[in-house]
């Protein structure tokens, strides 16, 4: 079966860093597009940032030029490096793919970023 295990949140100051990892399994990688979403407190969950299998990638207004999403065929894992943290940038960041026209999510990981 498909699985999504993130990893790589924690709690970090305004203007820190932090690199979040997604391992999957169940799908070929290597031809799946993913992507990082988030979720705040009372708001809906949103698209963060996305790869295609052919490494074209979007980001959210709110996050570019600070987030860079990546991918590494090899080790089935997509990454969302983010720096520059921000205090809105605190939330549950999940790891997405879709298969067969079926969504498939991780359980998600808390980012913290404290003012």
């Known amino acids: 079966q498909v699985q999504l295990v993130e990893s790589g949140g924690g709690l970090v100051q305004t203007g820190g860093s932090l690199r979040l990892s997604c391992a999957a399994s169940g799908i070929i990688f290597s031809i799946s597009d993913m992507g990082w979403y988030r979720q705040a407190p009372g708001k809906q969950r949103e698209l963060v940032a996305s790869i295609s299998r052919g490494l074209s990638t979007n980001y959210a207004d709110s996050v570019k030029g600070r987030f860079t999403i990546s991918r590494v065929n090899a080790k089935n894992t997509v990454y969302l490096q983010m720096t520059s943290l921000k205090p809105e940038d605190t939330a549950v960041y999940y790891c997405?793919?879709?298969?067969?026209?079926?969504?498939?999510w991780g359980q998600g990981t808390q980012v913290t970023v404290s003012s």
């Open positions: 997405n793919t879709n298969l067969l026209a079926r969504s498939y």
